[in-house]
């Protein structure tokens, strides 16, 4: 039995590895300097803690959409963290604001806890 292709097979496979790790190398190094700023300043803090928090959102959405459970819960904690330095930063909200607040995460985790439902029961009724 001839497995010469094999060695070509595994030859170009660890050259392929070699190159993703470049490219995530180069992605790291790139993207340091945007995770190494310094903190911005009060007055555009708002809107910076609304556009991480939307992008943080958004991200996990996509890790929701693609079964990556994990990620999610991991995005979840970060935009937690975040909320929780951007409203440090803030004044009070009044009562109301906080009732909508809570009103609109309620919403957002039964939307969240229906998809999964949802999902649960796709893969439940897949034939073996």
């Known amino acids: 039995m001839d497995f010469a292709w094999h060695g070509g097979l595994l030859r170009w496979m660890r050259r ?41 959102e958004h991200d996990m959405d996509l890790a929701r959409s693609r079964g990556q459970m994990l990620r999610r819960r991991q995005l979840a904690e970060n935009l937690d963290a975040l909320r929780a330095r951007c ?23 039964r939307a969240e806890l229906e998809h999964a ?5 796709e893969l439940k009724n897949e034939r073996p």
């Not at 007055?43 to 803690?49: D, I, N, V």
């Not at 409203?87 to 985790?109: G, N, T």
């Not at 439902?117 to 029961?121: G, H, T, V």
């Open 87 to 109: 409203r440090a930063s803030e004044p009070p909200q009044s009562r109301a604001a906080r009732i909508d607040k809570l009103e609109h995460d309620v919403r957002a985790l």
């Open 117 to 121: 439902e949802a999902q649960l029961r």
């Open 16 to 56: 392929e590895l070699r190159m993703e790790r470049w490219f995530l190398g180069m992605a790291l190094a790139l993207a340091a300097p945007a995770f190494a700023q310094a903190a911005e300043p009060a007055e555009g803090a708002a809107s910076s803690c609304e556009a991480e928090e939307a992008a943080l």
